[in-house]
């Protein structure tokens, strides 16, 4: 007899809902853990190298800590998700399995396949158990709605109701699962293991900055709590501080460390309270409240996950523009923008950007160039470390005023002003635009048409007020 863990955007031991059923009270039997790698499937869904190595790396530190429990995780490539339910009922036959654990995946290829899982197991008399594990507070919970018994839409009463509900129910972090017996025996498998190391993959890829893992994640959120969760509020917009964010969206992207793990943090550094404060503890758990919103918005508007607005009048009926210079300028850091292109080459070169300037670059491309939000979106999820689609949508649809709780379409960022109040000294855009460190005071943010021709930068590709009056012609109509 054994029980099998299937392991999927939920690479960690610690708080894992999915293993902590699997091995309480299972005295008897062995435990087994899997993951399926499926390339194919992952560039379908638009996930780029920087995500994908990140992933392996994951995988790779999460079999040796449940190594260390005293469980085997079985890898074994399924390109396709179509091809997992019979590849994992023949796994469970072949371990004698009788039940399955996973923790729930909200997007729509994701729950076609665990329902097609589902059925063929229990084609053959296994159990498939499914856990709401990706956010606090499960996104049907019927208690986390309006008045009226809708799913809300608009984050600040989300996020009252949200504080409400878990204030009065406080959700538990799970401990680290028990140690097992390693199994005495491993049977026949039905198919033969793949080996991270062996895959036609760099997994290496900006290892040196995000080695993966969740020892890694736990460090991290250590580090933080003690040098910036204090100071987060008025430091989190920043680009050039080093410790001005937590650098945990990568691990909360892929599982390696939990939401609730982060939001203990932030309830104990603001004294065992989750509140509407503004101090920093609080602002960063209003940062995690925004990823619930996001995953719960996905879950009750399933259009989001075909490439719909949220708004689907709105961006029906606006004329985005399909300009291939205009995107091939934004997307390598040639705008002519210093802090948009300082933020577009930090992306190309760390596999990340900072959460202020991803406001700023996304407003940029869906106002000043008008050009269809679904183009920025599929970029970002190709070349973020932390690609997550929920609030990768979600950042991309409020930038673009087609989604819920938008930013209004009037209100555009001035790129100028953004650079010179959150980057005044401009060390930031020196940093990812040398060509421009010779530059100044207001230089730095606007260099003339002589200082760009001189150091070889380029003109703005649209002038901003040109762009921005174009962008309310646009919504206006």
């Excluded at 955007?9 to 708080?15: I, P």
């Excluded at 893992?213 to 204090?230: I, P």
């Excluded at 939001?263 to 989750?274: D, K, M, S, T």
């Amino acid at each position: 007899m054994a029980h099998l863990v299937w392991f999927r955007s939920d690479l960690r031991v610690s708080d894992n809902t999915a293993l902590a059923e699997a091995t309480r009270s299972f005295s008897e039997g062995d435990v087994y853990g899997v993951f399926f790698i499926s390339l194919a499937q992952w560039r379908e869904h638009d996930w780029g190298n920087p995500k994908i190595a990140f992933v392996l790396r994951c995988i790779d530190s999460l079999q040796k800590n449940l190594k260390e429990l005293g469980i085997p995780l079985f890898l074994f490539v399924e390109e396709w998700f179509e091809d997992i339910p019979s590849s994992i009922s023949a796994l469970s036959q072949a371990l004698g399995a009788t039940d399955v654990y996973a923790n729930r995946e909200y997007e729509v290829n994701e729950q076609k396949r665990d329902g097609l899982v589902e059925e063929s197991l229990k084609e053959i008399g296994i159990r498939l158990h499914l856990f709401h594990d990706q956010t606090c507070i499960p996104p049907d919970e019927p208690a986390l709605r309006t008045s009226t018994g809708s799913p809300y839409t608009v984050f600040s009463p989300f996020k009252k109701k949200f504080i409400d509900l878990f204030y009065s129910r406080p959700k538990h972090v799970l401990s680290r699962p028990p140690k097992c017996s390693w199994p005495k025996k491993i049977p026949t498998l039905p198919k033969t293991l793949a080996n991270v190391a062996e895959l036609d993959f760099d997994s290496t890829l900006f290892a040196l900055e995000w080695p993966g893992g969740e020892r890694d994640g736990l460090r991290r959120l250590k580090n933080f709590s003690k040098s910036g969760l204090e100071d987060y509020a008025t430091q989190r917009d920043y680009p050039a501080l080093d410790n001005g964010t937590s650098g945990l969206s990568a691990y909360l992207a892929v599982g390696a460390i939990s939401p609730r793990t982060c939001l203990a943090a932030a309830i104990r550094e603001n004294h065992g309270e989750l509140t509407l404060a503004k101090n920093g503890a609080m602002t960063w758990a209003s940062e995690l409240i925004w990823r619930e919103f996001y995953r719960h918005v996905l879950v009750h508007h399933e259009r989001i996950c075909r490439y719909h607005a949220f708004k689907q009048k709105v961006d029906r009926e606006v004329q985005w523009r399909y300009d291939e210079q205009d995107f091939e300028a934004w997307s390598t850091g040639r705008t002519g923008y210093p802090l948009v292109d300082a933020a577009m080459r930090q992306l190309l070169s760390t596999g990340w950007m900072h959460n202020r300037l991803r406001m700023v670059v996304a407003m940029f491309l869906t106002k000043h160039l008008l050009i269809d939000w679904r183009w920025g979106e599929r970029f970002f999820n190709q070349h973020l470390i932390d690609a997550d689609f929920a609030s990768n949508n979600g950042g991309w649809q409020w930038s673009s005023s087609t989604g819920t709780d938008a930013q209004p379409y009037f209100r555009i960022f001035n790129p100028y002003s953004q650079s010179e109040k959150f980057d005044g000294q401009g060390e930031f855009i020196r940093k990812y635009c040398p060509e421009l460190s010779s530059l100044a005071g207001k230089a730095i943010h606007h260099p003339s048409e002589a200082q760009c021709n001189e150091l070889g930068y380029p003109l703005p590709i649209v002038e901003h007020r040109a762009g921005r009056e174009r962008a309310l012609d646009a919504f206006k109509r």
